[in-house]
């Protein structure tokens, strides 16, 4: 089966500008959970996604929020981006609890100019 | 944002050698960790996982050891091999939600 499809996978935005990504969990998986990886602060949580409720937040400012559908895809959306929000950002799915085993995509390389 | 370490040391490892690859935890209360494997490109991949009520698991080539009284994990890797080659993440559940280590990155030399 079909692993997480993350999009798009680079992209790159001016300072100021919003952005959203996209992630698509393996068929079945209802829990998605973002991570952001940075050379500097390695991977962390941003939030976690079950039946369209959030249910878990990580330690970002509100500029990072989220999104889940019926169909259990997700968004992230950043806004107002900042010079220091160029990272990796991870998605990965679960079936229902991110505490089992947890399935990452190919992340989207976001470059903030 | 929460995360454990800055630093990213390396191990280099000759092929055919034995690797053992260690982590620190910090939640005392956490119950059940993973190791994760992330190669260039691409995203972790999971390795091999252990609960809190046990203090060694195995898979295929792989060991996971867990001692709670220092809050120590390792993961040990049998004949390593150039394909082993990536950077190697400990987490723990921690408050319903993985916590990463900042990872050792593994160089098999040949």
């Known amino acids: 089966k079909a692993g997480v499809t993350q999009t798009p996978r680079y992209l790159i935005k001016t300072r100021g500008q919003q952005v959203t990504l996209s992630c698509s969990p393996i068929s079945g998986h209802r829990s998605v959970s973002w991570y952001q990886q940075t050379p500097g602060q390695g991977l962390q949580f941003l939030f976690e996604y079950f039946s369209e409720t959030q249910r878990n937040k990580g330690n970002f400012p509100g500029r990072f929020s989220g999104r889940q559908f019926s169909n259990s895809r997700s968004e992230m959306n950043v806004s107002t981006l900042e010079l220091g929000d160029s990272a990796l950002y991870l998605c990965?799915?679960?079936?229902?609890?991110?505490?089992?085993?947890?399935?990452f995509g190919q992340g989207t390389r976001l470059t903030v100019v | 944002g929460e995360s454990v370490g800055l630093h990213l040391p390396t191990l280099s490892v000759q092929e055919g050698d034995n690797s053992i690859i260690n982590c620190a935890y910090s939640n005392s209360a956490s119950d059940y960790f993973i190791w994760y494997k992330q190669e260039s490109g691409k995203g972790p991949q999971f390795i091999i996982d252990i609960r809190s009520n046990m203090d060694k698991r195995q898979g295929q080539r792989v060991t996971v050891l867990l001692n709670k009284t220092v809050k120590h994990l390792s993961l040990q890797i049998a004949a390593t091999q150039p394909g082993d080659s990536a950077v190697y993440f400990c987490a723990e559940i921690g408050g319903n939600k993985l916590v990463f280590g900042a990872g050792t990155i593994l160089r098999v030399k040949s």
């Open positions: 990965a799915s679960s079936l229902a609890n991110p505490n089992t085993e947890a399935f």
